[in-house]
């Protein structure tokens, strides 16, 4: 069967990474909402004349139409779907951030349409309002749940309900623990029941439940990623020379 009978049309996608490929084209990775992530060979997409060279730009829905059945699918076809501007600042690393955790945390052409729309608000969020702190906590979880790597944050260690007004330990893998019921050496994210509560739901109250659902989300996904997460690094630098 030709490759061309293996053809996907108008498959909405965000472009996570783009590198050089022979001379003149690029070899793509995509996240699909129906196909997951997916490589992809975009054909001259380098040439100055090329049509897709405005096109295949991050952060923002991408229609794409492509076919092949072997793991790098050539490009056909690619429309901007708009919606909303490129990020800037600071707004520019979190939706680098946002692509990077999608990109080497999810397994190639496995579907996860749920993860594709929260990712699809994450990018909006970013792109259109200055404060977007709380909309990167909620992706963060969102793919923590999704990819089944996010503990249950509404019953503790013994099983009993999460209680807003106690305070919990959080280690990777391990559901709460009542931070009253803990080895006094252990270690993990002290964390107060109400935060639990919040990360589920993704609406944050006040300051301090943002601060500890990022020491949560952190210690979640360094675990996942023991190499590290370099967009993170980049905008760690910046802060550091800002506040130096």
Same mark, same amino acid.
């Given at each position: 069967?030709?490759?061309? +009978? ?26 699909? @909402? ?8 975009? @054909?001259? !997409? ?20 492509? #076919? ?30 946002? +692509? ?6 999810? !397994? ?7 993860? #594709? ?6 990018? @909006? ?23 089944? #790597? ?17 305070? #919990? ?17 252990? +270690? ?29 989300? @952190? ?26």
């Amino acid at each position: 069967m030709s490759d061309r +009978n293996h053809r996907i049309n108008h498959e909405p996608v965000f472009l996570l990474n783009a590198v050089p490929w022979r001379e003149s084209s690029l070899r793509l990775e995509v996240f699909s @909402r129906r196909y997951g992530r997916v490589a992809l060979l975009a @054909r001259s !997409a380098r040439k100055r004349q090329s049509e897709l060279r405005g096109i295949l730009v991050p952060f923002v829905p991408i229609d794409a139409s492509w #076919y092949g059945n072997t793991e790098l699918k050539t490009l056909h076809r690619a429309e901007w779907l708009g919606g909303w501007s490129q990020p800037q600042g600071r707004a520019l690393f979190s939706g680098l951030y946002l +692509n990077e955790l999608v990109w080497k945390l999810t !397994a190639r052409e496995d579907p996860h349409p749920k993860l #594709y729309d929260a990712l699809a608000e994450a990018h @909006r969020e970013i792109c259109t309002r200055n404060n977007h702190v709380a909309a990167l906590r909620r992706f963060e979880w969102r793919l923590l749940t999704e990819l089944g #790597y996010a503990p249950d944050l509404l019953h503790d260690a013994d099983g009993a309900a999460v209680q807003a007004e106690k305070q #919990y330990l959080l280690q990777a893998e391990q559901a709460p623990l009542l931070l009253a019921s803990a080895p006094n050496n252990a +270690n993990g994210i002290t964390a107060n029941g109400s935060t639990l509560l919040q990360l589920h739901a993704g609406r944050f109250d006040n300051g301090e439940s943002l601060q500890q659902a990022l020491q949560i989300t @952190r210690m979640l996904l360094d675990f996942r990623l023991p190499e590290g997460i370099k967009s993170r690094r980049i905008l760690q630098q910046i802060q550091a020379f800002q506040t130096a």
